[in-house]
């Protein structure tokens, strides 16, 4: 009995000193509270621990992280750019809370450069997400806090910016273009989902409709979509909650052109209108016009995509100098300055995609008289050149393998009702699917 009643005594008095222990262990900061003490990611795909700031703090001289995170709780991350690329970071939360991030450079958290931030991504989930072009060589400072006082559980991701490549035909969200033609006789939508191959059937749209697919309820799914000229309407098929949503934008004549001009990871609903030389966009942030003039309606066409890799489509134009000359004009959203690239053949078209992983179009032209894909990189100095398919095929551009490269040489053969793809990383898919007198949906961005 003395030897239990001593056990017990031992034990009552260590008790509180294990909850002590707990409750500082609870309490402690995180390991990266501190500028000096960042977490140090590398490569171009990394993903940082979940890790909870309900007990970290400020430090003398921080800024406000997106002008919403005071009182400061923030975690640092630390990343060195190894090449320049256009590169996207993305802050999940747990616990209900919404995380703000920002990135900066510079060597000391009173004296630092703001790049870039954001505290709402959109959508339907609590994150936040950035995308700019990382310069080789320089380091970037990343804080991640609450907005106001809210803490939370949170992880950090980052990864080559996909904008350009697989996110534009993901129709089940897996990060992979889908294989999908669009039938005119039953006017019926034709999905192979790439996460499981399994068929998406749906009736959506109208003779004479143009196709126009996107993301437009941020939920990273591409949704089914169209352009009624007659009517100068976007119909659209919400991915999120199966409901429709019709926008009347731009007139008849006008043609769609899909892209996110407000860098906010949602398709805008856009048109150019060739008789002003003019595109006029729906921002999807607050849905009010952006209008640029661009081009030379009579004689160019539209080519949408990311030059510069800081996640909005620039305005851009392809124009025939005649037969032996084309011209890629591009007003680059960044700093609004104007890119003149020399580039193929008056015939040619243009096959928006990014085919060097930069996370940056590339000026890519297809010519038909020989069946091959001529390549020029954003940045200038390395050339692509395949030859592809046979006379008649349909081009079809996308990320079939969903490894952040554009699938540049990829077709779909009327004749057999087969897609045949090149893959970035080697190798061939030749994948049935559709019929005759079908189109393939990827083809909608091609101009």
Same mark, same amino acid.
């Given at each position: 009995?003395?030897?239990?009643?001593?056990?017990?005594?031992?034990?009552?008095?260590?008790?509180?000193?294990?909850?002590?222990?707990?409750?500082?262990?609870?309490?402690?900061?995180?390991?990266?509270?501190?500028?000096?003490?960042?977490?140090?990611?590398?490569?171009?795909?990394?993903?940082? #621990?979940?890790?909870?700031?309900?007990?970290?703090?400020?430090?003398?001289?921080?800024?406000?992280?997106?002008?919403?995170?005071?009182?400061?709780?923030?975690?640092?991350?630390?990343?060195?750019?190894?090449?320049?690329? $256009?590169?996207?970071?993305?802050?999940?939360?747990?616990?209900?809370?919404?995380?703000?991030?920002?990135?900066?450079?510079?060597?000391?958290? *009173?004296?630092?450069?703001?790049?870039?931030? *954001?505290?709402?991504?959109?959508?339907?989930?609590?994150? $936040?997400?950035?995308?700019?072009?990382?310069?080789?060589?320089?380091?970037?400072?990343?804080?991640?806090?609450?907005?106001?006082?809210?803490?939370?559980?949170?992880?950090?991701?980052?990864?080559?910016?996909?904008?350009?490549?697989?996110?534009?035909?993901?129709?089940?969200?897996?990060?992979?273009?889908?294989?999908?033609?669009?039938? &005119?006789?039953?006017?019926?939508?034709?999905?192979?989902?790439?996460?499981?191959? &399994?068929?998406?059937?749906?009736?959506?749209?109208?003779?004479?409709?143009?196709?126009?697919?996107?993301?437009?309820?941020?939920?990273?799914?591409?949704?089914?979509?169209?352009?009624?000229?007659?009517?100068?309407?976007?119909?659209?098929?919400?991915?999120?909650?199966?409901?429709?949503?019709?926008? %009347?934008?731009?007139?008849? !004549?006008?043609? #769609?052109?899909?892209?996110?001009? /407000?860098? @906010? /990871?949602?398709?805008?609903?856009?048109?150019?209108?060739?008789?002003?030389?003019?595109?006029?966009?729906?921002?999807?942030? @607050?849905?009010?016009?952006?209008?640029?003039?661009?081009?030379?309606?009579?004689?160019?066409?539209?080519? #949408?995509?990311?030059?510069?890799?800081?996640?909005?489509?620039?305005?851009?134009?392809?124009?025939?100098?005649?037969?032996?000359?084309?011209?890629?004009?591009?007003?680059?959203? &960044?700093?609004?300055?104007?890119?003149?690239?020399?580039?193929?053949?008056? %015939?040619?078209?243009?096959?928006?995609?990014?085919?060097?992983?930069?996370?940056?179009?590339?000026?890519?032209?297809?010519?038909?008289?020989? *069946?091959?894909?001529?390549?020029?990189?954003?940045?200038?100095?390395?050339?692509?050149?395949?030859?592809?398919?046979?006379?008649?095929?349909?081009?079809?551009?996308?990320?079939?393998?969903? /490894?952040?490269?554009?699938?540049?040489?990829?077709?779909?053969?009327?004749?057999?009702?087969?897609?045949?793809?090149?893959?970035?990383?080697? !190798?061939?898919?030749?994948?049935?699917?559709?019929?005759?007198?079908?189109?393939?949906?990827?083809?909608?961005?091609?101009?």
């Amino acid at each position: 009995m003395k030897l239990i009643a001593l056990l017990l005594f031992i034990f009552s008095s260590i008790t509180p000193i294990l909850a002590q222990s707990r409750s500082e262990q609870l309490l402690s900061p995180p390991a990266n509270d501190n500028f000096a003490s960042a977490l140090v990611l590398t490569g171009v795909a990394a993903n940082a #621990p979940l890790t909870s700031n309900a007990e970290a703090t400020g430090e003398i001289g921080e800024p406000n992280h997106g002008g919403v995170a005071g009182p400061l709780n923030s975690m640092w991350y630390r990343w060195t750019a190894p090449v320049t690329v $256009s590169i996207t970071l993305q802050a999940g939360a747990e616990s209900g809370y919404n995380p703000v991030m920002a990135v900066y450079t510079g060597s000391a958290v *009173n004296a630092l450069t703001l790049v870039t931030s *954001n505290d709402n991504a959109g959508g339907f989930f609590l994150y $936040s997400r950035v995308t700019f072009l990382a310069v080789a060589g320089t380091t970037y400072n990343i804080a991640v806090d609450g907005v106001g006082s809210a803490t939370g559980i949170s992880g950090l991701s980052l990864f080559i910016n996909r904008a350009e490549s697989s996110m534009q035909f993901d129709f089940d969200g897996d990060f992979k273009s889908d294989f999908a033609v669009f039938r &005119s006789s039953t006017h019926t939508w034709y999905i192979r989902r790439s996460s499981d191959g &399994s068929l998406q059937a749906q009736a959506w749209g109208a003779a004479g409709d143009l196709l126009a697919p996107g993301d437009y309820d941020g939920d990273t799914k591409t949704d089914i979509c169209v352009f009624r000229p007659s009517t100068a309407t976007f119909y659209a098929l919400k991915s999120s909650d199966g409901l429709l949503l019709a926008v %009347p934008w731009g007139q008849s !004549g006008d043609v #769609p052109v899909q892209g996110d001009f /407000d860098g @906010d /990871d949602r398709a805008d609903f856009a048109v150019y209108r060739g008789s002003t030389d003019t595109f006029y966009v729906r921002r999807s942030t @607050d849905g009010s016009l952006l209008a640029q003039q661009w081009g030379e309606g009579s004689t160019d066409v539209v080519a #949408p995509g990311d030059y510069d890799g800081d996640g909005k489509t620039d305005f851009a134009v392809y124009r025939f100098l005649g037969p032996e000359a084309g011209h890629f004009y591009v007003l680059r959203s &960044s700093d609004n300055a104007f890119v003149a690239q020399l580039w193929g053949l008056g %015939p040619d078209l243009v096959v928006p995609g990014d085919f060097d992983h930069d996370g940056r179009s590339d000026f890519i032209v297809h010519r038909s008289s020989d *069946n091959t894909f001529y390549g020029i990189s954003s940045g200038g100095g390395v050339t692509y050149t395949l030859t592809w398919g046979t006379s008649g095929d349909n081009l079809a551009p996308g990320d079939y393998e969903g /490894d952040g490269y554009t699938d540049v040489a990829s077709v779909w053969r009327p004749s057999t009702g087969t897609f045949y793809v090149q893959r970035s990383s080697g !190798g061939t898919i030749a994948q049935p699917w559709g019929a005759s007198g079908d189109t393939p949906v990827a083809l909608s961005n091609v101009h």
